[in-house]
């Protein structure tokens, strides 16, 4: 089955309970999966209600969505940085930091403040703490709340242009594989390259109410970032420092590709259906 980052199903599914389109206890099950309850760090009570921020219990991922929903945020959006590729990221630098270290965040779309305002943000990122073996993993997983800038622009495109892109970078994809002759440098490639080849998309990874192009853009992407994470488990046939170089820099060109159409088909959900 194929998935995509936590940060990813927090927003999606997020906004979907932003905006009434699905209940939250549903959502948290969808984001959690197999981890551990997720907790929320909030030292500055920037999102929860003020009552469980002094009650003394810990924070659940169910009282964060109360707390967004309780100060009109009105949905969430999600970013996939990688050093050289900020692309969304607000700030401020020692945010934009940890979310490059995390390789994901969730940023806050607040109602429009009016003319002049500037509308508050607030980034939420998952530290994740991973535990057991390859046979019973287990994670971790603790959402920090922090202040940041305001939203930027951010130029992922439209869904049509993700889906064009994505084909074209899934052909590039399929055709570095066999150039590089994978099967023959990894002995059970062969094997986990058919997985990824017939996998699908796991049934929750977007809340029922979006798109049917967001669902079919995710998968696709999906599938080229699990190729890509094939590949760059070794250096391939690549012989020469060279031509690693060469076949690092495609495949970083082909993961980026596959993070800003997952942003997109995500952050469709927020988008006015027409």
Do not use: C
Not at 202 to 213: E, F, G, Y
């Amino acid at each position: 089955m194929l998935d995509v980052p936590r940060s990813a199903r927090l927003a999606a599914w997020g906004s979907a309970v932003l905006a009434g389109l699905t209940d939250r206890d549903r959502a948290v099950r969808a984001v959690v999966r197999s981890d551990e309850p997720h907790a929320v760090e909030d030292p500055d009570a920037h999102a929860v209600p003020p009552a469980a921020a002094f009650a003394g219990a810990p924070l659940r991922l169910a009282d964060l969505l109360d707390g967004l929903q309780a100060h009109g945020v009105a949905g969430l959006r999600a970013v996939l940085p990688a050093p050289g590729d900020v692309l969304g990221l607000p700030g401020p630098p020692p945010l934009n930091t940890l979310a490059l270290d995390a390789g994901e965040a969730v940023l806050t779309a607040a109602p429009d403040p009016g003319p002049g305002a500037v509308p508050p943000s607030l980034a939420l990122l998952p530290v994740v703490e991973e535990f057991g073996s390859a046979w019973e993993p287990g994670a971790l997983v603790t959402w920090r709340v922090l202040t940041a800038g305001p939203r930027r622009v951010d130029a992922t495109g439209s869904l049509g242009e993700a889906e064009r892109a994505l084909k074209e970078a899934l052909r590039e994809a399929t055709e570095e594989l066999a150039r590089l002759d994978v099967a023959r440098w990894r002995d059970d490639a062969a094997e986990a390259i058919a997985a990824v080849r017939d996998g699908v998309l796991v049934h929750d990874a977007l809340p029922p109410s979006a798109p049917a192009r967001s669902v079919r853009v995710l998968g696709t992407a999906a599938r080229l970032r699990a190729i890509v994470e094939l590949a760059v488990a070794d250096d391939g046939a690549a012989v020469t420092g060279y031509e690693a170089t060469r076949r690092a820099q495609a495949l970083r060109g082909l993961d980026g590709v596959a993070r800003h159409a997952i942003v997109a088909a995500v952050n469709a959900v927020l988008e006015p259906r027409t």
